[in-house]
């Protein structure tokens, strides 16, 4: 730690609210996603995908292709039968202690198709309108079977099976909880309030789609893939694995990403075969994903059903929390698949609350649907909806006020260290504090007023409450490199990765803070896999606690080396060597002198030393690997105000407000960016956003003319404030952020969307909650 205190407020310091050095390069249309790079002599692909959800594959025939001008080859499973496949490693377990039974998804289908968009072969071409008018020249002949679509018909017997090999479709049958005790709480229970629920499944659609450039050296026999992803050291490790290939034979390079939201994180079958193709004809070979094979190859996000059941004693504190899961997982089991369905959903489901037992029982079952896998929070967001729409149902139904009966199950701000009955131990928090700031910031006490003057115009007002509490990404190791480059520059290197939060600015103002470092010096790597010993990658809310922890301990380092470089710089001996931060910069001085070194002239000091003793260090760069931030707790209440016309089932959201903990925040400006996304996702996925499928499986919702994204008319004005109580698992006390604005925007919508609903007769809807669904529950409530 440095030996004086840092300023309060530096310019660049932590809590400034900076604007992003990322914009400047982005707004002149100079960002280099992996489509911009040029690859010489690299030929096109284009994958031909399955039209039918669900059949056995009797032919291929790709002779038609082959022939055709500008073809270099065309790839079949046959090809890619030494590859390995993609697969889920999640140490999840069946309610019996039996592992997980994951699918072996291969790169290409070469015996049954499951899905609409399973790819089957793979065109190389000279040109891209080569590669597509080939694929369109192969014969792919289907025996049909039968599809089924929901996990709940999925997983009821008789039901079409996907695989011989998981019976019922099973690939987990999760069970968490003392179900003895959960009962013998039920039992003794004063009231139960029942919830059957739906969490729908949505299409990711970031806005830049899959693209990746495979090149293979032949001299070193080392692949390259250029691609966006969400972190390219873990990449590189699925990868290589698939191929059969050393970690340190394949390079992964990632440069800037147009959003991923999870969906980017994990192996995708596409790849194999572009560097398998790269290999094989010796010439680059580069892919570039179309929106409308994107609805469908892509991973979607969510799709659970719930029954749900919270047990409330006289004094309506609650006793017991039991959630019966149905988790689709599309056609495969992705490599985070499982995970938001169940051990995402006990460690979230209790929220804020001190809920003394929870028992959650899912079964995760295989669709003829494309794959399930991370998608903004992954269970965080759909357990805390779960919960506050059990909470509200149950003070209608026992005629208590939902914020009183809030507040009575309020963890208290004096119960921390708190061991929730999910096993995690939340180190701190002030929920009914934000609470109450929520309804003040929100004019609880002014709604009647703005419901009145809504009626007089016709319309259906009503209010929301979501309060949420999330568990962020568990620890895992990251990369804090700090690099004094010969320009005068320092380079933080480290293993998350920006796909759109804009790392490099939060990040510069921690290392600013702790070594003073020029603020406008600062630069940031992130997206090479040969310049990392470890990262995490991005996701699950851990990238400012996982790599402001690293580069903390990492500047630690650099100032105990300093010390040494110092002593010999300054003739005086180390113990007397003080570092301290000044508006002016980081310096190492000696302790009741004046005299000083800067930090970066001592770096630069022994970069041109000849005379340097061998105990004094080359340079101050340090190369430091973290073993990583605990998880944490970031929570808050978020209010928001829906109108309705009754007239055409149309809703808008009219009043947002979000007040949220992070803890320490690095950058105001930043976070309340990621808040607004989050609730834009949050109000999507509650009003507009519907993935439909026929009976067949065929998609319904294919394109943006058909399915709804919500634009900047759909969101409003978002009043924001972070009321932050440090965490106390991390050096700077940091929460995490990038989930949350989801996990407050769910159910505050719905909530809100139900109130306005009530005095008509409507007390249930499932998202979405389109124009058509609100018109037909009024009509029929009517």
Known sequence: MPDSLTPATLTFGIGQPVRRNEDPVLLRGEGRYTDDLFAPRALHAAFVRSQHAHGILRRVDTAAARAMPGVAAVLTAADLAAYGPIRCTLPLKNADGSPLRSTERPSLAGDRVRFVGDPVACILAETRAAAKDAAEAVEV???????????????????????????????????????????????????????????????????????????????????????????????????????????????????????????????????????????????????????????????????????????????????????????????????????????????????????????????????????????????????????????????????????????????????????????????????????????????????????????????????????????????????????????????????????????????????????????ERIRLLQGDSDRLLAGGGTGGSRSAMASSTAIVQASDRVIEKGRAAASWALEAAPEDILFEVTPAGGRFVIAGTDRAIGILELQQHLLGAADRPDEVPESLDVLHVSEGAPMAFPNGCHVAEVEVDPETGAVQVVRYTAINDFGTVLNPLLVEGQVHGGVAQGIGQILLERTAYSAEGQPLAASFMDYALPRAADVPAIAFEAVGVPATTNPLGVKGCGEAGCAGAMPAVMNALLDALRPVGVTHLDMPATPEAVWRAIRAAR
Not at 196 to 203: D, E, P, Q
Not at 465 to 483: D, K, Y
């Open 141 to 519: 002949e289907v025996e049909p079977l039968p599809a089924v679509l929901s996990a709940r018909e999925a997983a009821a017997p008789g039901a079409p099976q996907l695989y011989d090999s998981l019976p019922g479709n099973l690939a987990l049958d999760y069970a968490y909880g003392d179900a003895a005790k959960v009962a013998e709480a039920f039992a003794r229970a004063a009231h139960v309030t029942r919830l059957s629920a739906v969490n729908s499944r949505v299409v990711v659609a970031p806005l830049e789609p899959r693209a990746a450039i495979a090149c293979y050296d032949p001299d070193e026999e080392r692949f390259t893939l250029h691609i966006g992803c969400q972190g390219v050291f873990g990449l590189r490790a699925a990868l290589a694995a698939m191929l059969g290939v050393p970690a340190q034979k394949l390079r992964v390079l990632t440069g800037h990403v147009g959003g991923s939201f999870g969906m980017k994180a994990s192996p995708y079958p596409e790849y194999v075969p572009l560097l398998h193709a790269a290999r094989a004809l010796g010439r680059p070979v580069r892919w570039t994903e179309e929106r409308s094979e994107a609805f469908l190859a892509d991973q979607h996000g969510r799709a659970h059903e719930y029954d749900a059941e919270l047990a409330l004693d006289t004094e309506g504190r609650f006793l017991a929390l039991r959630v019966r899961v149905h988790a689709a997982l599309g056609a495969y089991v992705s490599p985070t698949g499982p995970l938001a369905g169940s051990l995402n959903i006990v460690k979230n489901v209790q929220s804020n609350y001190a809920t003394p037992l929870i028992e959650v029982r899912t079964k995760a079952v295989l669709t003829n649907a494309s794959p399930v896998g991370a998608y903004r929070g992954a269970g965080r967001p759909e357990a805390n909806y779960l919960m506050e729409r059990l909470i509200e149902q149950a003070a209608a139904e026992t005629g208590r006020d939902p914020i009183a009966l809030r507040r009575r199950n309020h963890i208290p701000e004096d119960a921390f260290p708190y061991r929730a009955a999910s096993g995690s131990v939340y180190d701190s928090g002030a929920f009914t504090r934000l609470l109450e700031r929520a309804l003040a910031a929100s004019d609880w006490q002014g709604f009647p007023a703005r419901r009145a003057e809504s009626a007089a115009r016709g319309r259906l007002r009503g209010r929301g409450i979501g309060n949420f509490l999330e568990c962020t990404a568990p620890a895992s190791q990251e990369m804090g490199g700090i690099r004094f480059e010969k320009d005068g520059t320092v380079t933080i290197i480290t293993g998350t990765l920006d796909y759109g939060q804009g790392h490099w600015t939060p990040f510069a103002q921690v290392l600013h803070q702790r070594l003073g470092i020029p603020f």
